[in-house]
C-alpha cells in the first residue's frame, strides 16, 4: 500500500505493483526531461485538464525512478498500465497533488 503522508502512489506496470514517489532527484530529472517547461507550469496544465501525454509519462517515470524502478522510458512506453492511459492520468495527477500539498490541507490527498 502506498503511503500518501511520504507522498506515494501506485501504478501496475505489466502485472506488477510498484509503488511511485516525486523525490527531488527524480523531479530534477523530469525537468530535464520537459526542457524549458517548469513544474509550476505542469501543475497548471494538470489543474486545467490541459497535460498532454508526454506530461503523464514523465511524470509516471518520474516517481518510478523515485520508487526506485530502475527501468527506462523505452520501458515504460512498452509496458502495459492497468487501467490504461485514464489510470496513468490519475495517478500522475495524484502524484503531483500528494508532492505539493501537506495532506488533510485540502482533502485531495
Known amino acids: 500500500m502506498a503511503n500518501p503522508y511520504a507522498g506515494e502512489a501506485v501504478l501496475v506496470?505489466?502485472?506488477?505493483?510498484?509503488?511511485?514517489?516525486?523525490?527531488?532527484g527524480a523531479l530534477a530529472e523530469m525537468e530535464a526531461q520537459l526542457?524549458?517547461?517548469?513544474?509550476v507550469a505542469l501543475i497548471e496544465r494538470f489543474?486545467?485538464?490541459r497535460f498532454a501525454t508526454r506530461d503523464v509519462l514523465a511524470l509516471i517515470l518520474a516517481g518510478l525512478r523515485g520508487g526506485g524502478?530502475?527501468?527506462s522510458a523505452d520501458d515504460l512506453a512498452r509496458?502495459?498500465?492497468?487501467?490504461?492511459?485514464v489510470a496513468a492520468a490519475q495517478v500522475?495527477?495524484?502524484?503531483?497533488t500528494r508532492a505539493f500539498t501537506v495532506?488533510?490541507?485540502d482533502g485531495a490527498v
Open 69 to 71: 524502478w530502475q527501468g
Open 47 to 49: 489543474e486545467d485538464g
Open 92 to 96: 500522475a495527477a495524484k502524484l503531483l
Open 103 to 105: 495532506p488533510g490541507d
Open 13 to 24: 506496470l505489466d502485472g506488477r505493483r510498484h509503488v511511485l514517489k516525486l523525490t527531488l
Open 79 to 85: 509496458a502495459e498500465i492497468a487501467g490504461g492511459p
Open 35 to 39: 526542457g524549458e517547461d517548469t513544474l
